[in-house]
């Protein structure tokens, strides 16, 4: 299994960036794929899933109604779309998903500022 994240970068409070995570390895589509963070000095959290089919979503009350996330089961991609961006969204937002065991993205940064 294997997660590979883009999409980071540095953008300014208000605006949008949309983060990939390359999946391969796995029947991408029978599983769950989760969005987690991490700010400097805070624990890891999660930020939105979506199902296997991606008829389910859910998200973090922090980022709800401004991110997006989806998939594309035929490029075996997720996708989170954030919009709206403000200073306390930076952090290095990594991909995840459980297939017999945890699997860990290598992580993008993403920093909000003017």
């Known amino acids: 299994v294997q997660l590979v994240e883009s999409g980071g970068g540095l953008v300014q409070p208000g605006g949008s960036l949309r983060l990939s995570c390359a999946a391969s390895?796995?029947?991408?589509?029978?599983?769950?794929m989760r969005w987690y963070r991490q700010a400097p000095g805070k624990e890891r959290e999660l930020v939105a899933w979506?199902?296997?089919?991606?008829?389910?979503?859910n998200y973090a009350n922090s980022v709800k109604g401004r991110f997006t996330i989806s998939r594309d089961n035929g490029k075996n991609t997720v996708y989170l779309h954030m919009n709206n961006l403000k200073p306390e969204d930076t952090a290095v937002y990594y991909c995840y998903t459980y297939v017999l065991r945890d699997y860990w993205g290598q992580g993008t940064q993403v920093t909000v500022s003017s």
């Open positions: 979506i199902s296997g089919g991606g008829g389910v979503t």
């Open positions: 390895g796995f029947t991408f589509s029978n599983y769950v």
